[in-house]
């Protein structure tokens, strides 16, 4: 298996609700990442997790709450969030140290 | 962190090489040079990666510039398929974190 999956692919959520977003990959790598992608910008770096700790966090406001509860899975919970933050949501994931990322194809979040 | 500079968009004819440039002045000497690209409505997808000395896979060629302050990712044989967005990436290897540039649209025309 040489993917991460992610899911939902769409998800459309009013500004009081609560949602998560899922990630999983079974390539045995231990350093899993959360990118939020507008349209036609490129990927910003919210969130990296190593070893399962988070190791990074890029300043993210506090409605946004990852989690990795194993090695295989991250998630990104959601609560509270603005119009302005609807985007594209990447999760990647690598082996730790120099090697390349995998990326999921992301999920679409339209916030209204 | 260390930032690359790339041309917005680029235009190519189909089976034709491809060579898109990327200016990296401030990298150091940790950083590894990475390109992804990534296709319409998809995620970013590995394309190469280099540190100092050339490097070819199926996909591409890397060529780094001695003093490492730019690259040029070079596609063969450009096909339809390779129309996307290619982000130049500089890693630092001490910390486990990509940071993207603005990349550059390529499109290729039949």
């Known amino acids: 298996d040489t993917e991460v999956t992610q899911t939902p692919k769409h998800l459309v959520m009013g500004m009081t609700n609560k949602k998560s977003l899922k990630c999983e990959q079974h390539?045995?790598?231990?350093?899993m990442y959360w990118y939020k992608q507008k349209a036609k910008k490129p990927p910003e770096l919210m969130f990296v997790?190593?070893?399962?700790?988070?190791?990074i966090n890029e300043s993210v406001p506090s409605r946004f709450s990852p989690e990795c509860p194993n090695s295989s899975l991250l998630n990104l919970h959601l609560h509270a969030l603005q119009p302005e933050d609807s985007a594209l949501y990447l999760c990647?994931?690598?082996?730790?140290?120099?090697?390349?990322?995998?990326f999921g194809s992301g999920t679409r979040l339209t916030v209204v | 962190d260390a930032k690359t500079t790339q041309p917005n968009s680029m235009e190519s004819n189909e089976e034709e090489p491809v060579h898109l440039p990327c200016n990296h002045s401030?990298?150091?000497?940790?950083?590894?040079i990475h390109w992804y690209r990534q296709l319409p409505s998809q995620g970013p997808e590995y394309v190469i990666h280099?540190?100092?000395s050339n490097v070819n896979n199926r996909m591409a060629s890397l060529a780094i510039a001695e003093d490492r302050k730019s690259s040029t990712l070079i596609l063969h044989r450009a096909t339809l398929r390779d129309a996307a967005v290619y982000y130049c990436?500089?890693?630092?290897?001490?910390?486990?974190?990509?940071?993207f540039g603005s990349g550059t649209k390529l499109n290729v025309k039949p």
């Open positions: 990647a994931s690598s082996q730790v140290g120099s090697y390349g990322y995998t």
């Open positions: 990436i500089l890693r630092d290897d001490n910390f486990n974190k990509f940071y």
């Open positions: 390539m045995g790598h231990r350093a």
């Open positions: 280099g540190l100092t």
């Open positions: 997790y190593s070893y399962e700790k988070l190791s």
């Open positions: 401030t990298i150091s000497g940790t950083d590894y």
